[in-house]
């Protein structure tokens, strides 16, 4: 059986302790997700409330993905007490196809609409922080089959971001380079990579806290996907094609993300992607403590495969 490890974090004061030996632990409780349409799809283009749309994104002057306006908003621009803005993404007019069923150009056309989105809600007043994220899956909180993401927006800075931020900052402040440039240098020679272009990097993180997560970088130093050229938005096409198509292969739920904050000149931009295969029970919800018991260096392999 492989030993266990604690590991750290990068840069966050936060540990991981990688199991492999617990893969073969005895289980007799088997869990299924299955999911069922009630309604009709609200996100299929007939049934779109044309009122709601904002932007969209065209491929053979056919639109690839539509942004509109949430209907039902946590936050929004007319409450004071919750200030935000609340966008969703509908990534193809195609229902029951998933993202990682999309080409590279149907995905490109998708990273295109986050980058718009993102430009034009960080010219609304006081928005500092947008998140643009998944959710496919039911275990991941998705609650409408039809492929969408969404965008999430708000002045307050979560307290999360704020210590990833203020992390960054200070290694800099020691090290005189960015932590995120020298994560790159390292894991890409390791057994961590996953792959790399000239314009992009996928790895999976030394201290994993889901199953099969993996980071995507831009190798070079920008803040956010509107500093993303034409050639470094196919990289993380592609790459998002071959993650996700991995991902499809065991039939899991998954997260993924990208913090912007836009007072933030000098973030380092990357996509978080986060499985759901494993839930977090009474040791991570108890003492903080994760336990996981892929590998970032099994998991680098099987997206390598």
């Known amino acids: 059986m492989q030993k266990s490890e604690i590991r750290k974090d990068y840069l966050l004061n936060k540990y991981v302790i990688i199991t492999p030996g617990r893969l073969s632990r005895p289980r007799d409780i088997s869990e299924q997700t299955i999911l069922h349409r009630e309604k009709t799809c609200v996100f299929c283009p007939t049934n779109i409330e044309k009122s709601l749309i904002v932007d969209q994104t065209t491929i053979k002057n056919k639109w690839q993905a539509i942004a509109l306006k949430n209907k039902f908003p946590a936050v929004n621009l007319a409450n004071k007490k919750a200030y935000g803005w609340q966008e969703v993404i509908v990534e193809t007019p195609k229902h ?91 894991e890409s020679r390791g057994t961590r990579k996953i792959f790399a272009d000239s314009n992009a990097v996928a790895i999976a993180p030394y201290a994993s806290a889901f199953h099969y997560e993996s980071w995507i970088f831009a190798k070079r130093h920008i803040d956010n996907i509107t500093s993303l050229t034409d050639k470094e938005l196919k990289s993380f096409a592609k790459i998002l094609k071959r993650l996700l198509s991995k991902l499809l292969t065991i039939d899991v739920s998954y997260n993924f993300f990208m913090h912007q904050v836009i007072s933030d000149k000098d973030q380092h931009f990357y996509i978080k992607i986060q499985p759901r295969e494993s839930v977090w029970a009474g040791v991570e919800l108890g003492s903080g403590l994760v336990i996981n018991s892929i590998s970032p260096e099994a998991a680098a392999k099987f997206y390598r495969k």
């Open 96 to 186: 029951g196809v998933e993202m990682s069923q999309l080409t590279e150009a149907e995905i490109l056309a998708v990273l295109q609409m986050y980058k718009k989105r993102t430009e034009e809600i960080s010219k609304k007043k006081k928005l500092d922080y947008i998140l643009v994220f998944k959710n496919k899956g039911s275990k991941a909180g998705a609650s409408i089959l039809h492929a969408h993401s969404q965008i999430f927006a708000t002045n307050l800075l979560p307290p999360d971001v704020q210590e990833e931020l203020t992390a960054a900052r200070q290694y800099k402040n020691d090290n005189k380079k960015c932590p995120y440039c020298d994560i790159i240098k390292k």
